[in-house]
């Protein structure tokens, strides 16, 4: 089945730690997308991606990196430079501007 | 600034009471706008695109409408299954390909 993949569902990481979260996507999509989800807000976009070896920072890049080596993966690394890394992170693609862009289950991750 | 403004921010309903949820926004060039269901501890859950104002998309108990202004999220006799949060979107401006999220409804539909 097509899909996209998160991994891990749940995360937990000490302060001071740098963590990657998966994405895998097996749509064939171009674009591929980080958002943050806090209780009370909207989604907040992290990265970007329109193509492979090419990404673009969202609204709030900072203490994160990602990579696109690979058309299917879209990883993001939450470094120690992030002040409030708690929190819901969802990945998503989409391949066409016309139809809206699907989504992962998401990645709980808690910093203790 | 593009802004999308999703109210009320809570809903609750008895099951087969009927009513709409809003979704305004203000974008300069409105490329498409997306309805989305989010259940708890889950990804949101795609729903409708509307593109033009007049547009309307039907799926089962729900039907989504667009004006140039806002669009409303029309859900017909609830079931307790619907209770969800619910989430609207307007694609960027040209150029780009991000989206702009609304903060979402939290629909509860009690049996």
């Known amino acids: 089945d097509g899909g996209i993949t998160q991994s891990p569902k749940y995360l937990f990481r000490k302060e001071g730690q740098n963590v990657t979260l998966s994405c895998e996507q097996n749509l064939n999509h171009d674009a591929m997308y980080w958002y943050r989800q806090d209780p009370g807000q909207g989604l907040r976009l992290i990265y970007y991606s329109q193509i492979v070896n090419d990404f673009q920072k969202g609204d709030i890049a900072e203490g994160y990196s990602v990579s696109r080596e690979k058309k299917e993966s879209f990883p993001l690394t939450v470094t120690s430079a992030q002040k409030n890394p708690t929190a819901f992170y969802l990945c998503a693609s989409r391949t066409d501007s016309l139809i809206g862009a699907f989504f992962g289950q998401g990645t709980r991750l808690t910093v203790v | 600034e593009d802004q999308v403004t999703q109210s009320p921010e809570a809903l609750r309903l008895q099951e087969g009471e009927s009513s709409s949820l809003n979704c305004s926004y203000t974008?300069?060039?409105?490329?498409?706008l997306f309805w989305y269901r989010q259940d708890p501890g889950k990804g949101p859950e795609f729903l409708f695109t509307l593109y033009s104002a007049g547009e309307e998309k039907e799926k089962e108990r729900l039907k989504a409408t667009l004006t140039k202004k806002e669009s409303f999220l029309h859900i017909t006799a609830p079931k307790p299954e619907d209770s969800a949060t619910y989430l609207c979107a307007v694609q960027a401006p040209s150029g780009t390909y991000k989206y702009i999220f609304g903060t979402g409804t939290r629909l509860k539909v009690l049996a």
């Open positions: 974008v300069s060039g409105l490329r498409g």
